[in-house]
């Protein structure tokens, strides 16, 4: 069983920057599609940033393109997720993701990933 603890949230400035950590155990990292997704309250949860199993393809979503960056470090068993340029509206409980199952690739859409971390809070306010 693959359990996933992000770290890294807090509160930033607008226009600052974060970087978000993803520690995996119980399993190595690199078979699985990683994802990085956020949630405000009342709201669905938002595919934000998703890498395939070996890493050559990801994906954005259109409001975080240029300003964040999936990485993942295989040899460490965890994701980043670079954050830059944040704004007010970056503001979320922000969770990474494994997909078990086959075919996701770096597809960013919540029901296909399997394990999930527990989310850490992204605050982004003056």
């Known amino acids: 069983q693959l359990h996933l603890v992000e770290s890294g949230g807090g509160l930033v400035q607008p226009g600052g920057s974060l970087r978000l950590s993803c520690v995996a155990s119980?399993?190595?990292?690199?078979?699985?599609?990683i994802g990085w997704f956020r949630q405000e309250p009342g709201k669905e949860r938002e595919g934000v940033a998703c890498?395939?199993?070996?890493?050559?393809?990801?994906n954005y979503a259109d409001s975080v393109k240029g300003r964040f960056t999936i990485i993942r470090d295989n040899a460490k068993n965890t994701a980043y997720l670079q954050m830059n340029s944040l704004k007010p509206e970056d503001t979320a409980v922000y969770y990474c993701?494994?997909?078990?199952?086959?075919?996701?690739?770096?597809?960013?859409?919540?029901?296909?990933?399997?394990?999930w971390g527990q989310g850490t809070q992204v605050t982004v306010s003056s």
């Open positions: 993701a494994a997909a078990r199952r086959g075919g996701v690739q770096a597809t960013c859409d919540a029901p296909l990933y399997d394990y």
């Open positions: 119980g399993y190595i990292l690199d078979v699985y599609p």
């Open positions: 890498v395939s199993a070996s890493g050559s393809i990801t």
